[in-house]
């Protein structure tokens, strides 16, 4: 539920680095059960920027929409093209086929990520 | 996420979503599943091709009855209650003298002067409140019933084969709106041929203490035939498709029934009724705004419960209730338009997050089931 290689945002984005100066960006496992069925993904284009704590994209569901705040400064390097099609991906795997966009992270990591251990924490602060 | 604490209402099967791990949310002050494990999609999906079971408990009862009993209903709703066979169910309102609602409700003719009310759960006080006051001087007593009373509802093409071999009681001749009383897995019910999904299926009423048996027998029976529990979310999407008003959205204490296409629920001509005088004035003048369906036009465009609707960049309506539509598979919603763009085809722009976008106004209902 909570993957160690991964950082994570209070409002349930994931950012993991690839060692290169990229990241793959997605909502984690407890945003996906708190929206429910995925239905939609809107995402951006390629080579647009979004600095940290920006929208770049909505996820839908049956019943709500939630923003996509970019975890930390970044340029899109490219969409998860397969949601356009299987949005229930998100649902099913939202760490791994669920990923929404690859960036180029621009500058340093963005100081208020959390690890897996203090997002833990506050998801389970949040549910109770 | 600091929240305050209120004790929620619970249902008599509480236990039983949690140990189906139901995902709970405050619903009007009841905690109440949104969904279980299989999701709103899969839920929907059983209703419509197979069925579902949903805790409808939350609803609120009210008996009427006495020698004053059908005068009081007759004064406190539009629908002609004189009408009603014994053992025949309608949908009708309660209505303020502007012809706004109170609440929407159905009516069961228990007897020639014995009438259970059942309402909304969030507006049961409130309208257990309103029938007591215009009881006053009625000779019929009034009871409000709610917590004694459970009631799940069976909904879907598979209803009665699933819940036949659970009763003597005959279901075939049970009409669409009539109901009866009968044994359920060997507990008393009020068997109900009605819904909120637009399928086949029952409402079956009960004591709060039988509930959670009545529920797990109609579950152990179902479940080789592809039941499962359906939550709230599905119900909303269910009923949004077929045009059925929620409190709150469609209706409330600021739209009269004529606009809300309601006029087949408001008999005029019946004789007096709270409301009465307003209606027939608003039936006399052209009316300003019309309830309507929409889809957007665009997959990405989904319009959501009380979006704006826009015209040259001035809001010109809201949005009621909108979602993507699990069995039409578009994105849908039902608005109030102003009546000269009412028109099946127009166009009409709903405004999602400060983006104003096209849709079109089609038919309603979205979805009609095949008899």
């Known amino acids: 539920m909570f993957p160690a290689d991964l950082k994570y945002t209070k409002d349930h984005e994931w950012l993991k680095p690839m060692g290169d100066g990229t990241a793959l960006v997605g909502i984690t496992h407890y945003a996906q059960d708190a929206l429910g069925d995925v239905v939609f993904v809107d995402l951006p284009e390629a080579g647009e920027s979004f600095g940290h704590g920006e929208e770049f994209g909505t996820v839908e569901s049956v019943k709500t929409v939630s923003e996509l705040n970019m975890p930390s400064d970044a340029e ?8 356009a099609d299987h949005p229930e ?3 099913e795997d939202p760490y791994g086929k669920g990923w929404m966009v690859k960036v180029r992270l621009k500058g340093a990591l963005a100081a208020d990520l959390l690890d897996a251990k203090a997002y833990e924490a506050l998801v389970s602060a949040e549910s109770h | 996420m600091s929240t305050i604490a209120v004790e929620l209402k619970k249902t008599p099967l509480n236990a039983a979503h949690r140990a ?16 279980y494990p299989a999701g709103i999609l899969a839920e929907h999906e059983a209703v419509r091709t197979k069925a579902g079971l949903f805790d409808v408990s939350h609803m609120g009862e009210i008996r009427v ?9 007759e004064h406190l709703t539009p629908n002609d209650v004189s009408k009603l066979a014994i053992g025949q169910v309608h949908y009708t309102a309660f209505l303020y003298e502007n012809g706004t609602f109170v609440d929407d409700l159905l009516v069961y003719r228990e007897g020639e002067q014995e009438f259970l009310l059942v309402v909304n759960a969030g507006n049961s006080d409130k309208d257990f409140a309103w029938v007591q006051q215009h009881a006053k001087g009625n000779d019929c007593t009034v009871v409000n019933e709610s917590p004694a009373t459970g009631q799940i509802a069976l909904q879907g093409p598979l209803a009665v084969g699933i819940l036949q071999p659970l009763t003597k009681t005959p279901l075939d001749p049970i009409g669409y709106y009539f109901f009866t009383h009968g044994e ?22 009960c004591a709060a203490g039988d509930t959670e048996q009545l529920w797990n027998a109609v579950m152990a029976a179902g479940k080789p035939k592809g039941l499962l529990p359906a939550g709230l979310g599905c119900r909303n999407t269910l009923r949004l498709e077929c045009k059925m008003a929620l409190y709150g959205h469609e209706i409330d204490d600021t739209i009269h029934a004529l606009e809300a296409g309601l006029a087949w629920i408001v008999k005029l001509d019946k004789g ?17 705004r019309k309830l309507v369906g929409f889809k957007t036009l665009e997959k990405r465009d989904i319009a959501r419960d009380h979006m704006p609707v826009v015209h040259d960049g001035k809001q010109i309506g809201f949005v009621t209730s909108a979602a993507p539509s699990p069995t039409c598979g578009i994105n849908l919603g039902l608005a109030y338009v102003p009546t000269e763009l009412a028109k099946t085809g127009g166009r009409i722009q709903i405004e999602i ?19």
Request: with cysteine; aromatic share 8%.
């Open chain 1, 89 to 91: 991906a998100v649902n």
């Open chain 2, 65 to 73: 009855k006495g020698p004053g009993a059908l005068a009081l209903v």
């Open chain 2, 353 to 371: 997050r400060g983006r104003a976008v096209d849709a079109e106004i089609i038919p309603t209902p979205f979805y009609k089931r095949q008899k």
């Open chain 2, 272 to 288: 007096e009724f709270i409301g009465r005088d307003a209606l027939l004035a608003a039936k006399a003048a052209p009316a300003p």
């Open chain 2, 184 to 205: 359920v897995a060997g507990i008393k019910c009020l068997i109900s041929r009605t819904g909120y999904t637009g399928e086949d299926g029952f409402e079956l009423y």
């Open chain 1, 76 to 83: 899109i390097l490219e969409v998860n093209g397969t949601l």
């Open chain 2, 20 to 35: 189906l791990n139901a995902k709970m949310v405050d619903f009007g002050g009841w905690d109440m599943p949104v969904q």
